[in-house]
């Protein structure tokens, strides 16, 4: 079992910068592949960036590479992602996912957090 606990969302202006942090619970962290997807009003969740249970391997949709890092810290049971030039096609409510497998969620969501990009 693992819980998440999002933060970091807010209001930003178009090519602004916001950092968005997933807090976990629980011992198996460290062995779970971690991501963020996103769900803007009206459309479905999408999958953002994934990064590996040694933090050795990131990928990301096309959509927001080269623009957004993700990135984690095993001694602080925490992911991150850091979101760069932002757009306001970027809004959505950002969640944390744990226990990816060949890119499709795991079981464990957090309970979001809002990201409004205005321009």
């Known amino acids: 079992q693992v819980q998440l606990v999002e933060s970091g969302g807010g209001l930003v202006q178009a090519g602004g910068s916001l950092r968005l942090s997933c807090a976990a619970s629980?011992?198996?962290?460290?062995?779970?592949?971690m991501g963020w997807f996103r769900q803007a009003p009206g459309k479905e969740r999408e999958w953002v960036a994934t990064?590996?249970?040694?933090?050795?391997?990131?990928f990301y949709a096309d959509s927001v590479k080269g623009r957004f890092t993700i990135s984690r810290d095993n001694a602080k049971n925490t992911v991150y992602l850091q979101m760069n030039s932002l757009k306001p096609e970027d809004t959505a409510v950002y969640y944390c996912n744990a226990d990816l497998t060949n890119g499709n969620p795991g079981d464990y969501w957090g309970q979001g957090t809002q990201v409004t990009v205005s321009s």
């Open positions: 990064v590996s249970w040694s933090g050795g391997s990131t």
């Open positions: 629980g011992r198996r962290f460290k062995n779970y592949n």
